[in-house]
């Protein structure tokens, strides 16, 4: 389980399948997230999240939200939630989003059959 459940451009942490990191807000992270931009630019502007930056969306940001990785494509809606409705609310809509309906275990965003059995409709990989 993941220590860190979100990262400040609007990705759920707890729904990363990476083994190597404990989320992007922890010490524990991979080497990706470690260079993460948006990561360094919100420690550094002293924010929570890109959507209170006065630049938000800034043109990386932007390309991230709309390249070929289907999980990238839920930043726009959740930093507009967290916006509105703060990261608590947040947090809970997605934690249920990302259990499985049967069991109520942790899913992944690419994960196609829960550990209990039940189907999930999940993204493809992109190629």
């Known amino acids: 389980m993941k220590q860190s459940k979100y990262g400040p451009c609007g990705l759920y942490c ?3 399948g990476a083994q190597d ?3 992007c807000q922890s010490s524990n992270v991979d080497e990706y997230v470690s260079n993460c ?3 360094t630019c919100t420690k550094e502007r002293n924010l929570d999240f890109c959507c209170f930056c006065e630049d938000y969306p800034c043109k990386e940001l ?3 939200m709309n ?3 289907p999980h990238h494509w839920t930043m726009k809606p959740n930093l507009a939630f967290i916006r509105d409705y703060g990261v ?3 947090l809970k ?3 249920e989003e990302w259990s499985c309906k049967t069991c109520g275990a942790e899913i992944m965003w690419y994960q196609k059959e829960c550990s209990c059995g039940n189907q999930l409709e999940a ?3 992109p190629a």
Do not use: S
Request: hydrophobic share 35%; glycine share 8%.
């Open 14 to 16: 707890g729904a990363c």
């Open 93 to 95: 809509a997605q934690k």
């Open 123 to 125: 993204w493809q990989v």
């Open 21 to 23: 990191c404990d989320g």
């Open 67 to 69: 390249d070929k990785w």
């Open 37 to 39: 931009k948006f990561r």
């Open 62 to 64: 932007n390309e991230f």
């Open 88 to 90: 608590d609310d947040w």
